[in-house]
């Protein structure tokens, strides 16, 4: 699967952004999807996972109660509501894909599939 992460921009501490990630090349709803981000000088982290049917869901701490990951198995995308965005989340975000064959697991790790990221900068 090819994947291609868009929507990234630079936005006011306090605002919102949403990405999206397009899949191609295989029906997205055999995998589960996750979302990861690179800070400057920093490893990658896990930021959000959904399950492959989309009713479960994971978030890292650091993002929980504000993103929001959601997908549509039929247009094959998954987004990544961002709201009160703050400097810390200032990162290249990548999408990744994980074939499963349960519908309801996720991951924060071990990713197949990886888009090739989109910046989002958070100025304060």
């Known amino acids: 699967v090819q994947l291609q992460a868009s929507g990234g921009g630079l936005v006011q501490a306090g605002g919102s952004l949403r990405l999206s990630c397009a899949a191609s090349?295989?029906?997205?709803?055999?995998?589960?999807m996750g979302w990861f981000r690179q800070a400057p000088g920093k490893a990658r982290e896990f930021v959000a996972a959904i399950s492959r049917s989309g009713g479960g869901a994971d978030y890292a701490d650091s993002v929980k109660g504000r993103f929001t990951i959601s997908r549509d198995n039929a247009k094959s995308t998954v987004d990544l509501q961002m709201n009160s965005l703050n400097p810390e989340d200032t990162a290249v975000y990548y999408c990744?894909?994980?074939?499963?064959?349960?519908?309801?697991?996720?991951?924060?790790?071990?990713?197949?599939?990886w888009g090739q990221g989109t910046l989002v900068t958070v100025s304060s």
């Open positions: 090349g295989r029906t997205l709803n055999t995998y589960v």
């Open positions: 990744a894909a994980k074939r499963d064959y349960r519908v309801s697991s996720l991951y924060t790790r071990g990713y197949d599939y």
